[in-house]
Each structure stands twice: as C-alpha cells, then as structure tokens.
C-alpha cells in the first residue's frame, strides 16, 4: 500500500516552461488536494477536487491548472512557470470531505529560475 | 492574516524535558488536527480533535481542545530526538468543509 505518491520529488524550471505535477493515491479516496508551502506562510490550498470529474479552487489557485479524470490521479499544472511558483508542493488525499484526517504525499520541491 | 496562528515559532529542548505547542485561532474550529514533519518528508497525521474538552494521547504526545473550540495544546512528555520535526496544526473551515487551512508551524529540536 504506496499511500499518497508525488512525482517528480524535486524540479527546476526556467521562467515561462510548463510542467505537470504528478499525484496519485491507492487508498480509493475521494477527497484530493494540492498545497504549497512556503516559509512562514505554513501550507495553503491550491486547488481540490471532492470526486472523479469534480475539481474547484483554494486560496492560492492562479497560475494553476487540475484536473481529475480519474479517482487515483489528480495532477497539478503550471501554465507558464513564475518565480513566485518556487515552492515544495503536497498532495493530500482523505476519504471523503470534511472532518476527516489527510494523507500527504513527500511533497515535490520546485524552482523557478 | 493567518487564522491559526501557532506558538512558539521555534523550540530547542534538551531530551527529557516537557514541552507544549500551542494553535490558536480567532474563530471555532469544528476539527482540529496535528500534523508531524520531517525535513524533506510530507505530513504524518497525529492526531484529530472535533469536541470542546477533547483530549487524546498518542504515546507521549497529548493534545487537547479547549471548550470554546478556539485553542489546541499538543503537549510531549519527557522529549526524545525522534520528537524533532515541524509540528503543524490544521482546521476545517467549517462544518463538513472541503476546505483546511494550516498554522505555519513550530519547529522543534530537541538535544541530548
């Protein structure tokens, strides 16, 4: 049972280039989430999705694009990478929504140059 | 403004000692949770509060919610190395929210 798994684990992209932020989870969860932490800003939410096909914005979503076509995989988009965007990301997933502990990833450490 | 704010932002204790994590917010929580970080790790979930008055032990780590549901204490008994770590407390937004907000976290070193 692999969890919550975050590929790449660290990135480095130049100003302008997009990529895509690989999650994925065996745990059959419904709930999916993408964070960035930053120093002392703690974690905050990017975007989330409460189900297969089912996607919708955080605190932080610009720049950002989800999408969730399957209950596994919930990929994280950088449109055209920003400096602002250097960050280590999570993914997290729970059962359902609400009231309900989350499983986070190892987190993907990205910069921007 | 951060809406969980956690206290202190840094603690460095020797092994053994006691120490306590607080995460405090302006407005009632309806879940609070503790969260463990090693560096270059993800969050490791502790432990969840949800009533006012709730207390829950984990080995030597304790947490409580007070009764406003507005302040949570995470309290390590008789500190040992493997307790170092980021210490993260999350809250639901609301009643069954889809939505957690986090406080920007305490780190602890804890030495021989």
Known sequence: NAGVTQTPKFQVLKTGQSMTLQCAQDMNHEYMSWYRQDPGMGLRLIHYSVGAGITDQGEVPNGYNVSRSTTEDFPLRLLSAAPSQTSVYFCASSRDRGNQPQHFGDGTRLSIL | ?112
């Not at chain 2, 009632?28 to 270059?40: E, P, V």
């Not at chain 2, 009533?51 to 500190?79: F, N, P, R, V, W």
């Open chain 2, 1 to 112: 403004s951060q809406e969980l704010e956690q206290s202190p932002q840094s603690l460095i204790v020797q092994e053994g000692k006691n120490l306590t994590i607080n995460c405090t917010s302006s407005k009632t929580l309806y879940g609070l949770y503790w969260y463990k970080q090693k560096y270059g790790e993800g969050l490791i979930f502790l432990m969840m509060l949800q009533k006012g008055g709730e207390e829950k032990s984990h080995e030597k780590i304790t947490a409580k919610l007070d009764e406003k549901k507005q302040q949570s204490s995470l309290h390590i008994t008789a500190s040992q190395p493997s307790h170092a770590g980021i210490y993260l407390c999350g809250a639901d937004r609301g009643y069954n929210t889809d939505k957690l907000i986090f406080g920007t976290g305490t780190r602890l070193q804890v030495f021989p």
